[in-house]
């Protein structure tokens, strides 16, 4: 059974960058079939889509965000990585890594809460 | 971008009761290669990450009780909870994955009346 969990630091300084590295467990991260994702969700609010990235190392980021944000692959890890830069408090938000497929997004990790601070 | 709305925001539905949330889509998405609406469904319970219910607009994922359902065309869409448990309280959530950037609805939040 697949699983995904997140890890970085909890509190960023404004201005700084955000990075997040979700570790997949438990299932094949070089598998054709996915996309791995980061998915964000503010407190009390939705859910936003930041963007993917496939195996092969090519991403796919919501314009909304792409000046800011970079989705990288360590395969000789089985990691995926976000890194958000020039955050302010409106990024504050807990950060979910996911497994998205022809289905959806089938497999979600934890969710861990970054806050955007000084 | 397509724009996801649901409704209603929120809904008070008795135990056994049943429960309707409605999602429509700025555009349709269905695929015409492959004639599936690209449309899911999400629970999520506080505290917790949001959960895959239904893909395909209708198909139920492996474990899900068959008390969800889900239906619609290219562009309307309904998960239908068919008879109200205490565990369905939740925030439910539409997500379409026909086109990046995907979109979530805002969330329909259901809970006991």
């Known amino acids: 059974q697949v699983q995904l969990q997140e890890s970085g630091p909890g509190l960023v300084k404004p201005s700084e960058t955000l990075s997040l590295t979700c570790t997949v467990s438990?299932?094949?991260?070089?598998?054709?079939?996915?996309?791995w994702s980061w998915i964000r969700q503010p407190p009390g609010k939705g859910l936003e889509w930041i963007g993917y990235i496939y195996f092969s190392g090519s991403a796919n980021y919501n314009p909304s965000l792409r000046s800011r944000v970079t989705i990288s692959v360590d395969t000789s890890k089985n990691q995926f990585s976000l890194r958000l830069s020039s955050v302010t408090a409106a990024d504050t938000a807990v950060f979910y890594c996911?497994?998205?497929?022809?289905?959806?997004?089938?497999?979600w990790g934890q969710g861990t809460t970054v806050t955007v601070s000084s | 971008d397509i724009v996801m709305t649901q409704s209603p925001d929120s809904l008070a539905v008795s135990l056994g009761e049943r429960a309707t949330i409605n999602c429509k889509s700025s555009q349709s998405v269905l695929y015409s290669s492959n004639n599936k609406k690209h449309l899911a469904w999400y629970q999520q319970k506080p505290g917790q990450p949001p959960k895959l219910l239904i893909s395909?607009?209708?198909t139920r994922e492996s474990g899900v009780p068959d008390r969800f359902s889900g239906s619609g065309s290219g562009t309307d869409f309904t998960l239908t909870i068919s008879s109200l448990q205490a565990e369905d309280v939740a925030v439910y959530y539409c997500?379409?994955?026909?086109?990046?950037?995907?979109?979530f609805g805002q969330g329909t939040k259901v809970e006991i009346k």
């Open positions: 395909w607009a209708s």
């Open positions: 997500q379409q994955y026909y086109r990046t950037p995907w979109t």
């Open positions: 438990g299932g094949s991260f070089s598998s054709g079939s996915y996309y």
């Open positions: 996911t497994r998205a497929g022809l289905r959806g997004m089938d497999v």
